[in-house]
């Protein structure tokens, strides 16, 4: 089986732009997690969907959204970008929302905000 | 609310030593708990995990006990490669509405020198 694809693998920007970053799941994946990685503050989580429905959502802004789709692809969108939303964007899927099952990631989208 | 954490790194041992990374946590309920692997570049790799109190995880050489009494998951192997390079992760679920909502420790650099 393929597995998580991310694109694009990398994307500069500058303050003030927005940004569509997509992710597809292993095939049978119906959750798809989002994840934010930085130096500064480690890995957090920003939001899971699971049959086109968000369940879970993390501390950001409402700058970041996302969305899935029928087929359980998934984007997430960061409008008016910072410089602080430079980072490693990880996207992981999941054939179920149970927590205990695990998450298979991504190798990341990394966006530079200038 | 939720916390992990893990000693703060690097981590510098000489091939065929004793590894020893210790993780800590915090939570209501009684969570998944796992370990995760990031080679450079990369995005994380599943190492083990472990569902409930006095499971033992064990992959690759690589092991850890959930540990209720002391809130510990310490991750252990007996004799490390050059191989095993990389950052580690230690991460809790709690499931449940939390769905897959991971959160992560600060992660710890492990280099192996020959």
């Known amino acids: 089986k393929a597995g998580v694809t991310q694109t694009p693998r990398y994307l500069i920007k500058t303050r003030g732009q927005q940004v569509t970053l997509s992710c597809s799941p292993i095939s049978g994946h119906r959750s798809v997690s989002w994840y934010q990685q930085t130096p500064g503050q480690g890995l957090q989580f920003l939001f899971e969907?699971?049959?086109?429905?968000?369940?879970n959502k993390g501390n950001f802004p409402g700058r970041f959204s996302g969305r899935q789709f029928s087929n359980s692809r998934s984007e997430m969108n960061v409008s008016t970008l910072e410089l602080g939303d430079s980072a490693l964007y990880l996207c992981?899927?999941?054939?179920?929302?149970?927590?205990?099952?695990?998450?298979?990631f991504g190798p990341g989208t990394r966006l530079l905000v200038l | 609310g939720n916390s992990v954490t893990q000693m703060e790194g690097p981590v510098t041992l000489s091939e065929e030593a004793f590894l020893t990374i210790n993780c800590t946590y915090t939570?209501?309920?009684?969570?998944?708990l796992f370990w995760y692997v990031q080679y450079p570049g990369e995005g994380l790799q599943l190492l083990l995990k472990a569902t409930k109190a006095d499971d033992k995880g064990s992959n690759k050489g690589f092991e850890a006990t959930y540990r209720k009494e002391t809130t510990s998951f310490h991750l252990e192997k007996g004799s490390v490669q050059v191989s095993d390079s990389a950052v580690y992760f230690c991460a809790l679920s709690e499931g449940n509405n939390a769905g897959n909502m991971l959160t992560f420790g600060g992660g710890t650099r492990l280099m192996v020198k020959p």
């Open positions: 992981a899927s999941s054939t179920g929302t149970s927590g205990r099952g695990p998450l298979y």
């Open positions: 969907y699971f049959s086109e429905t968000q369940r």
């Open positions: 939570a209501t309920g009684y969570p998944s």
